[in-house]
């Protein structure tokens, strides 16, 4: 076993912003991903959470936000770059491993067993996985994934290493990510806040010019069409990349605003308040969608959309930057 944290999926503890109780507790796989990870490495991911108050409604979903590199890189001292593979893929993991580097990969969730009720051996979908650790002999791989650490062996270790078996020439070889941490300095813990609250005012400035709950209410009104005719999977489909990833962002957005609070930050703790009643309003909303998919029923939706867009313009104004 070649592992870079060695740790067991059977014991280890996923970090809060995963608990169950939370209202999204898996955002998307990638951001989930480097919480976890994060947390493994013993660092604290509330740290880097900035990004989530600038998502966007990008006019047919909203912003799939991840970690930027730079945020990586200021906070924890990780550097992260694509990879090349031109080996067998299980060749670089080991070898990355050995060098202390962790090997983020896109996998097919028809492969992830944690997946299992939604994608696993039902449905392919790309999803980002980190490497823990890898026994290539017992063909084994113990990997980072949405909410907690897992453990795949056998036909899914040769499928997602793409092993054992022709692959079609004109399926592309996976996306891989290094992520190294022997380069760039990092702050000491205490002084996380401080790079935090400069991220947080990058991220101000990015703010969207309009309101994007209001953008999202126009095409969603157009969307609910098609919602009522396309069935389960088109409203899931549909759900994940708006109502699910705004709500889950928000989420995460007041989790941050809290941890960096403090006397002299009053407008954090007021946002809190604005991103978490945002939260529950997008989960809120994404219930009734559901409904309106599965009953075939009318939705007025446009009670909720006021709604949402009154909390947006709170939560971000509070914060703005003089």
């Known amino acids: ?25 898996e955002t998307n796989c990638y951001t989930d991903l480097w919480i976890e990870l994060l947390h493994a490495r013993g660092e604290e991911p509330l740290a880097m959470l900035a990004f989530t108050l600038s998502i966007d409604f990008e006019g047919d979903q909203w912003t799939f936000f991840k ?7 200021r906070l924890y001292g990780l550097e992260v770059q694509e990879f090349v593979v031109y080996r067998p893929l299980p060749d670089h993991l080991v070898r ?21 009720g939604r994608s696993y051996r039902e449905q392919h979908e790309k999803s980002s996985i980190a490497v ?16 907690g650490l897992f453990e795949l062996s056998g036909d899914d270790f040769r499928n997602v290493l793409r092993l054992g078996r022709p692959f079609s020439p004109d399926v592309l070889a996976p996306y891989i990510e290094l992520v190294r941490s022997d380069r760039l300095p990092r702050p000491e813990r205490e002084e996380l806040r401080t790079v935090a609250r400069e991220l947080l ?41 708006t109502v699910r990833q705004c709500g889950a962002a928000w989420e995460l957005a007041q989790s941050f605003a809290v ?23 997008s989960k809120t909303l994404l219930f009734k969608l559901a409904r309106a998919a599965a009953t075939g029923r009318p939705l007025d939706a446009e009670p909720a959309i006021d709604e949402l867009s009154s909390l947006w313009e709170r939560a971000l104004d509070v914060l703005e930057v003089p």
């Open 96 to 116: 990355q491993s050995e060098l202390g580097r962790t090997v983020i990969v896109e996998a097919d969730a028809y492969y992830l067993p944690d997946t299992k």
């Open 201 to 241: 005012t990058r991220e101000l400035a990015r703010r969207p010019s309009g309101n994007p709950v209001r953008r999202f209410g126009d095409q969603l009104s157009e969307e609910l069409i098609r919602l009522g005719e396309g069935g389960a999977s088109a409203f899931h489909e549909y759900a994940f990349v």
């Open 67 to 73: 970690p930027p590199p730079e945020a990586l890189e």
């Open 1 to 25: 076993m070649t592992a870079l944290l060695a740790l067991a999926p059977s014991t280890y503890a996923p970090h809060a912003l995963h608990a169950p109780d939370r209202l999204f507790p």
């Open 259 to 281: 941890w960096l609070a403090d006397d002299q930050h009053g407008a954090l703790e007021e946002s809190a308040v604005h991103f978490g009643a945002l939260a529950a309003a």
């Open 132 to 147: 823990a650790s890898i026994d290539v002999d017992a063909e084994q791989l113990v990997y980072f994934h949405n909410g």
